[in-house]
């Protein structure tokens, strides 16, 4: 997309992508409009928001928020490791990873009074029923549905677009003619050029090739962002041949990272990450790449306009937002492990459980999806039989109880929940025309020779592959429920999978003997790379 045009270029292909956008939109509006009563019975529509209760709380509770976090957590204390069972799913997505730790019983903490450091507050783990309230919402003023705001991009033309379907199932629609170009000046070969090459690009396939300009931010810095416990300079690791990598796809020109360049591209604009603490390091990361790791006063702290503050007695908000003013960008990230709306099922009751509607959206985004612009989705590692009993998660398929047995098996539910949440925000991109969604494939662990409990080691220091070759996506589910929708792929997950070296590891700023972190990545790393894909696609 880069090349000879120079700004005045790029700003025509910008003009050009947003008529193209809203044309495609229309079309898919259009040709959608009554096709799908059934799903709008299933998904309320997205006015209808927050369950709330009295006291504007919303009782959405989750026993610990993930065991990664009591990883963390326990990281500082050195206590002996709780006995929670976190069988994160191993890189095959297919497998039922509850299978792996059936075997052990409900989970029981008993991890004393934590004391954490860095962003994180006091942490009281007393009991296994302590649960974490997300915090009181804050829906007045500014908070109101802002879909006015994106009215005006609202439209009723309609032309022909022809879809072509990748191999890895992410859909990119292509104009048949170009009758938008009569519109705006004849362009140069070199659009065409770049036309074609999006068309056939994957991103996925590639090789790493070492780069002197890397990393893109120092990892003693942006302090007002990057945890601690993710900042691997901070600790005693002397290898870092592990920054020193940029991905470069095969098939694709991927235009270099930069922070004033995004936050151009994201004028006015809102980019919402929501998923699992992998999707927390994907944010701290893309912070980071935007300010270059350098302190920022000019950027605001706006998660209350969105209900992230902290609760009495939570750890933290189940979310941050910030602002660039500079270009009126918004960056969030929401904490949500399960992608999919949890309920109190007894909303009076401390030790309630809680349904989870495999089905239905996380009631966070349905409430600001006409605020967002680009919407990062990802889930995978709280998938476990553990995790759900631990969260006192009970699986709700059409509002009820879930009753079928291949739906109880803990992969089919994950494929439930990630087709269903694909396929909403796919149905929400048309209604909002400039709104564009990704599903981020699964992030790969690394445990040898045990698992995060039983001694798993990622002690290399040195990449497994520098190269991937094949053209599908190694996540198979997250490709599969892409296919044939709106939603694009951010397939990431071989290009980690060659990068066992990029983990935490035993790596902490004090680590516990015998337990490693080989989910988690160093940062600066390996999420920097999916920033920068995602960045080629926006
Ligand atoms: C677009 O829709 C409006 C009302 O819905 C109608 O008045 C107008 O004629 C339509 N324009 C086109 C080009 O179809
Ligand atoms: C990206 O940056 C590298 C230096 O890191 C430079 O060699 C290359 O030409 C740049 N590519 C583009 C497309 O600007
Ligand atoms: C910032 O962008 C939002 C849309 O995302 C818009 O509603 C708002 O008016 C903008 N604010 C300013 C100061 O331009
Ligand atoms: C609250 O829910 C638990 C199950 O989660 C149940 O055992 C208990 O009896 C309930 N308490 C009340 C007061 O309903
Ligand atoms: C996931 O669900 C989709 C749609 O229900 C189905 O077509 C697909 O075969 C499932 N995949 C797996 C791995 O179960
Ligand atoms: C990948 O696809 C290309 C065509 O796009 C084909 O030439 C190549 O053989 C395929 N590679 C593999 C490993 O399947």
Redesign the pocket.
Known sequence: MKGGGGYFYEWRMKQLSLLFFFVVSTTFVVWSWGKNPLFNTIFPSHGQVLQLFPGGEVKVKEVAQSKDDLREAQRFVNVSPPEISINTPSLNTQEDEGAVNLASPLVSINTPSLKTRGDEEVVNIASPLNSITAPSLDIQGDNKDSSTAREKHHGNTTEVVEKSVSSEGSETYIDSKPPKQQLVEPTSPKKQDSDVEEKACNFGKGKWVRDADRPLYSGFGCKQWLSPMWACRLTQRTDFAYEKLRWQPKECQMDNFSGPEFLKRMQDKTLALIGDSLGRQQFQSLMCMITGGEDRQDVEDVGREYGLVKARGSVRPDGWAYRFPITNTTILYYWSASLCKLEPI?P??????FAMHLDRPPAFLQRFISRFDVVVLNTGHHWNRGKLNAN?WIMYVGGKPNTDRKIADIANAKNLTIHSIVKWLSDEIPKYPGLKGFYRSISPRHFFNGDWNSGGTCDSTTPGALEVFKNESSDSMASGAVKGTNVKLLDITALSEVREEGHISRYSIRGTPGMQDCLHWCLPGIPDTWNELLFAQI
């Not at 009076?348 to 459980?353: H, S």
């Open positions: 007894d009076g009751n401390k030790t309630t459980y006192r």
